[in-house]
T-cell receptor, first 113, second 112 residues
Framework: EPEVTQTPSHQVTQMGQEVILRCVPISNHLYFYWYRQILGQKVEFLVSFYNNEISEKSEIFDDQFSVERPDGSNFTLKIRSTKLEDSAMYFC???????????FGPGTRLTVT | RKEVEQDPGPFNVPEGATVAFNCTYSNSASQSFFWYRQDCRKEPKLLMSVYSSGNEDGRFTAQLNRASQYISLLIRDSKLSDSATYLCVVTLWNTGFQKLVFGTGTRLLVSP
């Protein structure tokens, strides 16, 4: 069964450093998403991406965040200057279209020290 | 008011029990409704979509009441493997269904 993959599974970084979280969505999917979940809290939407551009972003997704689909398979989330409060599990998801099921990857646990 | 509200639990039930979870949502423009399951430190996985007429999938039954903005999930004959957090999720029309809005989840613990 096709699945969304994410690397790394755990990233530790120092405050102020840049991190890039990587995702490989399901191959025939057209819509891509990033969500985050701070420990003990709910899953929160960050951004959706379609046709090589952001289609929607949340208030959390400020100027320190960016997304990119650098090639035909990868979808990345970059955090330019990490803060302690960026520590969370980051989930990538993909879907065939709007209204279709979003399949989630296993997540990257980001720890900012 | 929270966009999606759930009782956090935990609900502690014995194997074989029937358990029901409820959820309310604040935005009447919400269009699609789901129950996701999340195991500890894992990704959310779709359990079932929720339709206006109500729907059943094996031991699981979901109901939607648009007038009351209320969603429910009933689990019959609970198994140990049902222990997880159950997330109530809605999508909004004005976002083109693209954004999933999650509740904080209800934790279920099924014991032998």
């Amino acid at each position: 069964e096709p699945e969304v993959t994410q690397t790394p599974s755990h990233q530790v970084t120092q405050m102020g450093q840049e991190v890039i979280l990587r995702c490989v969505p399901i191959s025939n999917h057209l819509y891509f998403y990033w969500y985050r979940q701070i420990l003990g809290q709910k899953v929160e939407f960050l951004v959706s991406f379609y046709n090589n551009e952001i289609s929607e972003k949340s208030e959390i997704f400020d100027d320190q965040f960016s997304v990119e689909r650098p090639d035909g398979s990868n979808f990345t989330l970059k955090i330019r200057s990490t803060k302690l409060e960026d520590s969370a599990m980051y989930f990538c998801a993909s879907s065939q279209g709007t209204g279709y099921e979003q399949y989630f990857g296993p997540g990257t646990r980001l720890t900012v020290t | 008011r929270k966009e999606v509200e759930q009782d956090p639990g935990p609900f502690n039930v014995p194997e074989g029990a029937t358990v029901a979870f409820n959820c309310t949502y604040s935005n009447s423009a919400s269009q699609s409704f789901f129950w996701y399951r999340q195991d500890c430190r894992k990704e959310p996985k779709l359990l079932m979509s929720v339709y206006s007429s109500g729907n059943e999938d094996g031991r699981f039954t979901a109901q939607l009441n648009r007038a009351s903005q209320y969603i429910s999930l009933l689990i019959r004959d609970s198994k140990l493997s049902d222990s997880a957090t159950y997330l109530c999720v809605v999508t909004l029309w004005n976002t083109g269904f693209q954004k999933l809005v999650f509740g904080t989840g209800t934790r279920l613990l099924v014991s032998p």
